[in-house]
């Protein structure tokens, strides 16, 4: 069976890291209309006996919000910046693959701003997940796992997390959809619940929650950037067997791609060469990343030109296609060059425009940054 979105064919998806390799668009064909066979839960293991403690006596709304908030984290990695949720009584947070990939060691920080080392022992290379250890997280006791749910469209839900770096941020909504399955290179998200909290860039990772028991459902993952507010959520179900592996046997090595930064460096972490960040600010153009693409640019360029002007400059641009990247040396940093060919959008139609680029690289503050910038058409 094909997958497919069942969205307008203009409509975005984002998985919703925030900053530096946290953020991907894509673009999709409407295939069907909204719909989709129901999900049928898992049960994987039996937890039910926690779960029944926590919910046998019915909680306020309100209660259940105070009761979630301890058990959820921001997770900052390299630029990047998401969400977490405390899932056992080990210390190990269920978060997204997408907001701790590049990265062994985390910041992690709680609900009383305590901040904690975490290290990533589970990621997955296709499915959008990931465990990561706070020992210091012990004394804390884990969510309830929804681990027998049985998911229905109108069933009540809260979404917590830190959009947008707004830490303790809870959102509610229903499920209003299911079985929604799509891919967003690299990962391949199946049979998900598809939500009306409001999320966006920073909430990713964080729970979804059962607003009438407090039992954790899934893990927000994505949300369509246009439109009305539809997010997706991968059931806990899905993956709980995956994590509950990694807390038992944590990878010895990471995947190949996980443990450098976002646009290649050496085993010391410095940047490679000032190619991959003129590469980098391209694969972000390329994936809609416009908050990642400004982050590169030095802070004159940024004074002469506000983030909004930046993304407005692009929203009518498709994919740019790069050639060979050229590097000159100079005293205060590199010059790079490169000739690119852009899909522009137009009134009498798309065109293909070439462009021959040069920008001076060097480092600002410590952090290598694009300084500056021209091009003429080719």
């Known amino acids: 069976m094909s997958k497919g979105i069942w969205i307008s064919a203009l409509a975005s998806l984002i998985i919703l890291g925030l900053g530096g390799g946290g953020t991907y668009f894509i673009h999709r064909t409407a295939e069907n209309e909204l719909g989709g066979a129901p999900l049928l839960a898992v049960q994987t293991a039996a937890n039910a006996a926690t779960a029944a403690a926590v919910t046998k006596e019915k909680k306020t709304r309100k209660e259940i919000i105070e009761d979630s908030q301890i058990r959820v984290v921001t997770i900052e990695s390299g630029d990047g910046l998401g969400s977490g949720f405390l899932y056992n009584d080990q210390g190990d947070l269920l978060t997204n693959a997408h907001v701790v990939t590049g990265s062994q060691q985390v910041t992690v920080r709680t609900l009383n701003h305590e901040e904690y080392k975490g290290t990533v022992i589970g990621i997955g290379a296709d499915t959008d997940v990931a465990v990561v250890r706070v020992p210091e997280l012990k004394k804390l006791a884990p969510f309830p796992v929804a681990e027998g749910y049985k998911a229905e469209v109108g069933d009540e839900i809260l979404a917590l997390g830190s959009p947008l770096g707004l830490e303790n941020t809870v959102t509610t909504g229903i499920i209003s959809g299911l079985g929604r399955s799509f891919d967003i290179d690299p990962y391949t998200y199946s049979n998900l619940y598809q939500i009306s909290a409001p999320i966006t860039h920073g909430n990713s990772g964080g729970p979804l929650v059962n607003a009438e028991t ?74 809609g990343d416009y908050v990642t693409a400004y982050s590169l640019l030095g802070s004159e360029w940024q004074s002469g030109i506000s983030y909004e002007d930046f993304r407005a400059g692009y929203l009518n641009t498709g994919d740019i296609t790069l050639g060979s990247l050229t590097l000159e040396e100079q005293d205060d940093g590199a010059l790079v060059s490169v000739d690119i060919t852009a899909e522009e959008r137009r009134k009498s139609g798309t065109v293909y425009q070439g462009y021959r680029m040069s920008y001076s690289v060097g480092y600002e503050n410590g952090e290598l940054k694009i300084l500056h910038g021209k091009g003429e058409k080719l």
């Not at 807390?247 to 990471?254: I, R």
């Not at 010391?268 to 972000?284: C, H, K, L, M, W």
Request: net charge negative; glycine share 14%.
């Open 214 to 287: 407090g039992e954790v459902l899934g893990i927000n993952s994505a949300a369509v950037s246009e439109g009305p507010g539809i997010g997706f959520s991968i059931p806990i179900s899905s993956i709980l067997q995956q994590a509950r592996e990694w807390s038992k046997t944590p990878m010895a090595e990471l995947p190949a791609g996980d443990g450098g930064d976002e646009y290649g460096t050496d085993s010391d972490g410095t940047v490679a060469d000032e190619r991959d960040i003129v590469a980098f600010f391209y694969q972000s153009l390329n994936n």
